[in-house]
């Protein structure tokens, strides 16, 4: 029961390590790309502040710019701040480690097309049914030496003595039977105590089981979510964002737009890029528990 117990520990530390060096790579990702939009928004500020100098531009672009602006850092100063807790959290369990610098990019086993129907449906073997299942059979020992108990402890003795001054020789055979006060009435709550237990137990072993399926079905919506999602980013989001940001910029450098939709394209690029990086370690986070429920920890970082 306590190897059981161990392993079931060991799994639940590596999937809680995953899912925070996740959280602390999608705040990175979000910071990252918050730092990037801001530096062009300074550039563009500029420009804009120049032109309605030159009266080529409006001075409600540059206002309206200047209020972008202030949100932006706003949330880039949460994003900083996601960042700094998840990194404290993860030096409680690496140390000094969640120190050293993320990668830009997941792995690619986090970011591979994915193959639903392989994925192992068999949790019998998890340690979270195998502690409950080795404390049932503890329990029901217990049963079977009190039941054995029950029957009062006997014993014999044959001794032979052989004596002297032309005394006949001695044979003695002695029985011991032990019949302590009370011990039928306190073995039987003992063993009522135990069965109790166990009706306890199995239970719990049921409550288990369905806690195990319900996770795998929540992680098999989870991934089938992420699988579509990701298609539809990649295949329609991201694109359409990409050439919308592409005209903009055409028709400003054209003199036919303005710097605002410029911006506001800009921004629509960036968000759906980052909705996709969220995608991505969302389905990390459905893998991480993947592997708890089934032992199959190789893929996580």
Known sequence: RFAAERMLTARSITRDVALVWLDEFEAQQRAATLRALLTQMMAEREVSAARVSAGRDRATDVLALDSELSSSRDELILAERDEGRARAALSRWIGEAALRPLPARLAHEWTAPLDLASIAHSFDAHP???????????????????????????????MYGQR????????????????????ADRLDRRIATRLAEVSALHSDLSDRHRMLEAELASIQAD???????????????IPTARARLETAQAAYAGGSGCLMDVWRARRAWIETNLHHDMILAERGRALARHAWLTGQMEVLP
């Open 164 to 183: 002297r001054d032309d005394r006949s020789d001695m044979v003695t055979f002695q029985v011991t039977v032990g019949l302590p006060w009370n011990r």
């Open 128 to 158: 979270a049914l195998q502690s409950t299942e080795r404390a049932i059979e503890a329990a029901l020992s217990d049963v079977d030496r009190a039941r054995a108990e029950r029957n009062p402890d006997w014993g014999w003795e044959l």
């Open 223 to 237: 991934l089938t979510a992420s699988v579509e999602r990701l298609r539809e980013h990649e295949g329609e989001r």
